[in-house]
């Protein structure tokens, strides 16, 4: 029996996308944006992709794609997110 929580996650993967400038060296400190008044953060998985993989078929390992993991905490705008309808402002900064 699947837990009740596993129905939440949709069918196909979301990826999010984060500008260089958005990253911070270990122990950075993050600043919240003069425009936003409400900044949330979550901790979440981060993939570190070690080559070029563009298509791959159905039945190839994929894992050979990945250098490694890394743990990230993710810094929103939320106020901007929900006000652009968008996510590439609000976790841009």
């Known amino acids: 029996m699947r837990p009740s929580w ?3 996650f949709p069918q ?3 990826f999010s996308l984060r500008p260089p400038s958005a990253l911070l060296s270990p122990g950075g400190t ?3 944006p003069r425009i ?3 900044v949330d953060y979550e901790g979440e998985l ?3 992709v070690g080559q ?3 298509q791959p078929a159905a039945q190839e390992d994929v894992r050979t ?3 490694g993991y890394t743990c990230v905490n993710d810094v929103t705008a939320r106020d901007l997110q ?3 309808g968008q996510w590439a402002r609000a976790k841009g900064f």
């Open 6 to 8: 596993v129905t939440r």
């Open 12 to 14: 196909d993967p979301y």
């Open 30 to 32: 993050v600043l919240r």
């Open 36 to 38: 936003s008044q409400r």
């Open 46 to 48: 981060g993939v570190v």
């Open 52 to 54: 070029t993989c563009y």
């Open 65 to 67: 794609y990945i250098l």
């Open 82 to 84: 929900n006000k652009d």
